[in-house]
């Protein structure tokens, strides 16, 4: 799994509240990118980062800003959580020597409810 | 957008049969790899192919790859019921940092 954690697993809140969720890996690795999933869309990217400080918009990246302090941790807010924000989200980090052969290795979700 | 669209949608067959879906995309690529998804988990890699390959073979796994119809397929034989699982293909563009997803392919293989 690449020591890949996401915090929280679950969480439920309310619309118009701010919500910070937590991507955390152990192996240093430059690229990280946060996805959010939703029936009949598969999966969207919403932001990603190609090292720290430095970030990088998605397909789907509107209500939502990132940051990377640390190398080791990739943070998603939403500022004022909407319930079409209302999604599994997944962190991901990319693994490989090149672009052309990297893969990327997905830590285990975190279903957010936005009431 | 989406890049790679999966074909078919759902697909249901019975233990020891082989399960083919497919992957069609829009753009020039570097490579294309494809994901597996048991229930509320996270993805998990198969296979990737390179855009200058045609076919790839990963134990029960084979891939072919083809850049004229932009199209790719998994092929997964003798299936088992532990393959249940929505099977995802994504697309490195061409000069991209990002992966490109598709909507997946939700596989049943029935004891």
């Known amino acids: 799994d690449a020591g890949i954690t996401q915090s929280p697993r679950h969480k439920v809140t309310e619309t118009g509240t701010p919500v910070t969720l937590r991507c955390h890996q152990t192996?240093?690795?430059?690229?990280m990118y946060w996805y959010r999933q939703d029936p009949g869309h598969g999966l969207r990217l919403i932001h990603y980062?190609?090292?720290?400080?430095?970030?990088d918009k998605g397909e789907v990246s509107d209500g939502y800003s990132v940051s990377r302090s640390k190398t080791e941790d990739f943070l998603l807010t939403l500022e004022s959580a909407t319930s079409s924000q209302t999604s599994v989200y997944f962190c991901?980090?990319?693994?490989?020597?090149?672009?052309?052969?990297?893969?990327?290795?997905f830590g285990p979700g975190t279903r957010l409810t936005v009431l | 957008s989406q890049q790679g669209e999966e074909d078919p949608q759902a697909l249901s067959i019975q233990e020891g049969e082989n399960a083919t879906m497919n992957c069609s995309y829009k753009t020039s690529i570097n490579n294309l790899q494809w994901y597996r998804q048991n229930s509320g988990r996270g993805l998990v890699h198969l296979i990737l192919?390179?855009?200058?390959?045609r076919e790839k073979h990963s134990g029960r796994l084979r891939v072919t790859l083809d850049t004229s119809k932009k199209s790719s397929s998994l092929l997964i034989t003798a299936s088992r019921a532990a393959d249940t699982a929505s099977y995802f293909c994504a697309t490195r563009e061409s000069g991209s940092e990002k992966l490109v997803f598709g909507k997946g392919t939700k596989l049943t293989v029935n004891p």
């Open positions: 991901a980090i990319s693994v490989g020597l090149a672009v052309l052969t990297d893969t990327q290795y």
């Open positions: 980062s190609y090292g720290v400080k430095d970030t």
């Open positions: 192919i390179r855009s200058n390959e």
């Open positions: 192996e240093n690795h430059r690229y």
